[in-house]
Structure formats: C-alpha cells, structure tokens
C-alpha cells in the first residue's frame, strides 16, 4: 500500500473534473473531481445509493447500453475526453474493462469466454488464441485449476473460478484499466483472499478501480480510496490517510460505522 511518506510517482491515468450524471431528471452524481493514477488500486466507499457504481460505469460509457442518461463535465483518459475525444466506445471497453457483483460468465466453455473478447477483435489463428487464453487465465490465477478442463462449461465452476475467468476474460483483451464493482461481494472468504491477493498482483500493470462495501477489504487492497455520499465526493486521499485520519467528520462517522 502506498504511504504517505511515499512520493507519488505514477501519472494520472483517469482525470475526472466538475462531473455531473443523471439518469433522466435524478442527479445522481453532483460535480465529482478526482484524479485516479495508474498502477494503484483506487477503492470507492459510501452508502447505498450515493452513485458509486455509477461512477464506476462512467469509465467506459456502459451504461449508454441501457438507459437514458446525461454525463456532463470531464472524464479522461491519459488527457482525451472519454465522452467528446471522439473514442470509440467499443475500443473504450477493451481498454477500460469491467467486472461485476455477481459473477456472470458466458453459456460457454471456459476456453471460450476467454477467447470471446480476441475474436470480437479479429484475432483467429488458433494458436495465439491459444496464447492469449493461457496468459489469461494464468493472470488470473486460474491456470492450473481449469488447464485440464478447458471444454467445460463455465457455469461448471465455483462462484469464485467464475469471478476469476469473468477477471480473465477481461484480461484476454489487454485492457489498461480494470473497473471491478463489489466483485467479492458473492464470494466466501477464501475465494475474496484470492480475488484480493490477485489485485495486488494486477496493479502492477493495471490500473485498478474497485468499489466496495467492505471496509477492510479497502482498507487491505487499496492505495487510495473516495468516499461518496449522495452522488458528491466527500473526501479522497491515500487510503492510509483516510483510514487513520480523514479530514472530514462523515467520514470518520462512516467508516466507524456511526452511519450508513
Ligand atoms: N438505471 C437507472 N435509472 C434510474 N436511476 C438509477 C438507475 N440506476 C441507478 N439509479 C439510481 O442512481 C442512484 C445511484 O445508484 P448506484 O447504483 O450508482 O449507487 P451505489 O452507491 O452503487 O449503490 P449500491 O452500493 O447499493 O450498489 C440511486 O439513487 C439509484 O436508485
């Protein structure tokens, strides 16, 4: 975890300025700037509600699947505007991947739904689908437990394979950022340690954002962490700082458990 005797020294991968969202007439996300550095694993914690998985969808525009909504002000990537950069959404979500609450793995093999996102980018020769699906799934830790049963159904597989392929399918595309909301939140103990440990292993080439509800999950696998509350951003700093001294009184009332 990184300190605060620790200087900084990764750029900023994701800027976010003066940031307003709403799902029709609602506001639910009130003028949010933040900056989110590469290589470190950022924590977002609030109350139910307070937008956090709608923020975290805002960085890679899929919630434009599903509803109408409005994103004003500025969110970049490495300086372009993830909305007016003129990015193209489907290149987007490669780089900026995503994994959800609740494990949701294709229908599929387990070989397939790792390969799914290379073919989508036009990758065919088998062995190097091979290659990509091996590095995959060693990436997420998954290599040794599935290498024999790569045929199989996914759905076959322990909630917590199922969350480490859904990891892996994400991976298979090289993405730079990696958006993970609540991912342990269906997981036993022992499937979160290993989701946990395997962030730490991720940071090193990704950029990760988590959301969660766990507090000591935050506390052990974050180097920063945003507390929201009601679609604002009432405080973020290293996540060392805010656990031991927050600057805002909601805070500590949060994180002590005296509301939310
Ligand atoms: N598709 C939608 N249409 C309209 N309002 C929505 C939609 N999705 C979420 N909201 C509203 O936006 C607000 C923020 O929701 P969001 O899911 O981002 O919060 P959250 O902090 O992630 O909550 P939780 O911790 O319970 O997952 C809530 O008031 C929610 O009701």
Known sequence: MLSPQTPETKPVKLSVRNMDFRYGEKKVLDGLSLDIHAERVTAIIGPSGCGK?????CFNR???VSSAVK??????????DIYRGGIDEV???RRVG????KPNPFPKSIYENVAFGPRLFGVKDRATLDGIVEDALRKSALWDEVKDRLKESATGMSGGQQQRLCIARALAVNPEVLLMDEPCSALDPIATAKIEELIG???ENLTIVIVTHNMQQAARVSDYTAFFWLGKLIEMD???RIFTTPRERMTEDYLTGRFG
């Open 238 to 240: 290293l996540t060392e």
């Open 53 to 57: 998985s709608t923020f975290l969808k």
């Open 201 to 203: 292993e991720l940071k």
């Open 91 to 93: 290149d987007l979500r």
């Open 98 to 101: 995503m994994v959800f609450q």
């Open 62 to 64: 899929i919630h434009e």
């Open 71 to 80: 994103v004003s002000g500025d969110m970049q990537i490495d300086g372009v």
